[in-house]
Nanobody
Framework: QVQLLESGGGLVQPGGSLGLSCAASGSIFSINAMGWYRQVPGKQRELVALANSGTGTNYADSVKGRFTISRDNVRNTVYLQMNNLERADTAVYYC??????????????WGKGTKVTVSS
């Protein structure tokens, strides 16, 4: 079993900052990519930011320059620092990881989601 546990999220005013974190635990042999997706009602889940096992990162155009993703590979944890938040950033944010389990199976895993609301 693999679990992704998210923390952070909440209510923030436009222009404010918020940090998310996600720790992976369980039957993990190694982790390839870790990152964040978000979803609003009625829309598909979309990529926010992704960090591979090295130093490579990938961001949605809408968050470039405002969000920063980072990883702690020792703690199997990924972080998302969100600055200059906009109302359009309001969504449920899901942690994602592509993991090689101890059974030697690769697979995508998801957290349960944490809500971010940007509102005055």
């Amino acid at each position: 079993q693999v679990q992704l546990l998210e923390s952070g999220g909440g209510l923030v005013q436009p222009g404010g900052s918020l940090g998310l974190s996600c720790a992976a635990s369980g039957s993990i042999f190694s982790i390839n990519a870790m990152g964040w997706y978000r979803q609003v009602p009625g829309k598909q889940r979309e990529l926010v930011a992704l960090a591979n096992s090295g130093t490579g990162t990938n961001y949605a155009d809408s968050v470039k320059g405002r969000f920063t993703i980072s990883r702690d590979n020792v703690r199997n944890t990924v972080y998302l620092q969100m600055n200059n938040l906009e109302r359009a950033d309001t969504a449920v944010y899901y942690c994602y990881a592509y993991i090689l389990t101890t059974r030697r199976d690769w697979g995508p895993f998801w957290g349960k989601g944490t809500k971010v609301t940007v509102s005055s």
